[in-house]
């Protein structure tokens, strides 16, 4: 066997794995260290877990000839970024008593905890199942979170289109009961028939599948970034089906010419629940059976489709579902938005968008964020929905609720900070990058807010306060704040030095392209200022700041 087609570690780890079990629980009770074996490492990944270590502290430690300081992050499931007032004061309560205390809202439409140690995990899972919250698949070679286009109200079906996203999740959730058994100490299964996996059998994907659902116009869950995504097709306020789009992924690889970042394709329409779910589900089929196994750089979708062909794909998976797509029906988006502050739905329901910087709920001295929303949370009279750019939207008000909301909001600065907060600001974002992420070569949740007020006077010199250009940051190439569709992004490539991306448009269908390499923070403002100087002065009526550079050339496509 050539090395090409030598299996990955991680590919032997999961079909030795007995349901994704490894020796979890053997690695749990070893008290001599912080970490788990190396390959409990992947596995728990499967159950919504990562391990980590603080970055801040390696040098510090490693001279003292310490461990690093190992902790855990947890990622919650929660299909379309659903919670009910009482799970978030239980998140916020496991969060004081198990994490580092803040809460973050990811790109990806949930919460994450950091800071974990070993002996904490399973009291934090089962606090979070008894307020019915699991963190199965949210992270390993499997399906994830799905996204749905979380704005109540949007369009009058939003409900039923946001059911979609509980139903995929429910499909394409693993059989095997380990989760229940090793975290929440359920009863081993002697019928090892009932785990028996169709889908996943025991290899699993060979990479993480990401799904999204959009409502047009709106774009807000960047549906073209997803492994596969729906388009919701609504005339006269009837849901009329999904156009389905395929091969969306944004992670490159500095220096690695053979990844790219790619917009799903859309290869037709389904009208029918049955007919969506089940061409949802043989895509990953096909994926399973044809993805790289090798090369985990080369394992996504995208890969697999620009190896065999869209029109291959497309023809294989009629194959599998036994009836052909429909053509793709006309759909327009054109925002990728969220509506900060208040709203009302087309029920009669208030909702407020909270600006949530990078995702990050936490007590400042500027804002007492985290306690607002527990105080709001314990009131009783708002659901709490996380959007696709980390924010959160209180949502489902009644009426006469809406002013108690408010009053809670006002008293600690909330909706200061949500109104007074520039364009630019509400429409960035920076994935989590240092002090947790094992990945990271330059700074980004931490970094971005501080840039961003420096780029503001820029902004106001030119009249450009109000433009809300989408202006995302990560802290390296894999995209998770998904900066490659941004108008201006930045890719750490090492400590205070990013790529400069310009060129994606404002509803999020166009990649951007790198303008400028390593560049530091002198650099990115003379730059800015410069382009956005010309952005002032010659742009057209409507013109917004991604298509201007297109316009100009300062990227190219070919
Ligand atoms: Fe991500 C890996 C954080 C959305 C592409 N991502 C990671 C890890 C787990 C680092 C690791 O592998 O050890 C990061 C944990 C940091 C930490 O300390 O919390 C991490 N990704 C995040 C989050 C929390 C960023 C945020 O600030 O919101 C997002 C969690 C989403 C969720 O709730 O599930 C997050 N990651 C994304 C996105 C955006 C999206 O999905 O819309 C992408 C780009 C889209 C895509 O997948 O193509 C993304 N993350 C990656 C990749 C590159 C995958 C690839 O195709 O090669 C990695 C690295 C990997 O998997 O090997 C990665
Ligand atoms: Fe970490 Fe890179 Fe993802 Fe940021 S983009 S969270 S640095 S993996």
Redesign the pocket.
Known sequence: MSKKDQLSAIEKIKTESLGLRGSIVESLQDELTGAIREDDQALIKFHGM?Q?DDRDRREERAAKKLDRLYSF?I?LRLPGGFLRSEQWLATHQIAGQHSTGVI???????V?L?GLIKSHIKPTIQTFNASKLDSIA??GDIN??VLCSSHPGESPIHAQVFAYADKISELLMPKTKAYYEIWLDEEKLIDKKEEEDPLYQDRYLP??F?IAIAIPPNNDV?VF??DLGLIAVIEDNILKGFNIAVG????TTHGNPD?YARLATVIGFTDTEEKTLKAIYEVLTIQRDYGNRSD??LA?LKYTIDKVGVAWFKKELEKRIGFQLADAKPIVLTQRVDHFGWKQNTAGKWFYTVLVE??RVLDTDQLALKTALYEVAKTGKSNFRFT?T?NLILSDIEEVDKQTVHDILEKFGVITHTEKSSAIRKNSM????LP????ALAEA?RYLPELISKIEPILEKYGLSEDGIVLRMTGCP?????SYVAEIGFVGTSMGKYNVHLGGDRQGERLNKIYRESLEEPEILQLLDLLLKEYSIEKKIGETFGDFSVRKEWITYA
Not at 104 to 110: E, G, L, P
């Open positions: 990562y980590q992050m990622r973050k809202i990811t790109s990806r439409q949930t994450q950091h949210t992270c994830r979170n990479r993480k990401k960047d970034a997803n969306g992924g944004l992670s990844t985990r750089k996504r990078n995702g696709c980390q920076a994935c989590v990058s947790t992420c094992p990945l949740q894999n995209g998770c704040a998904r």
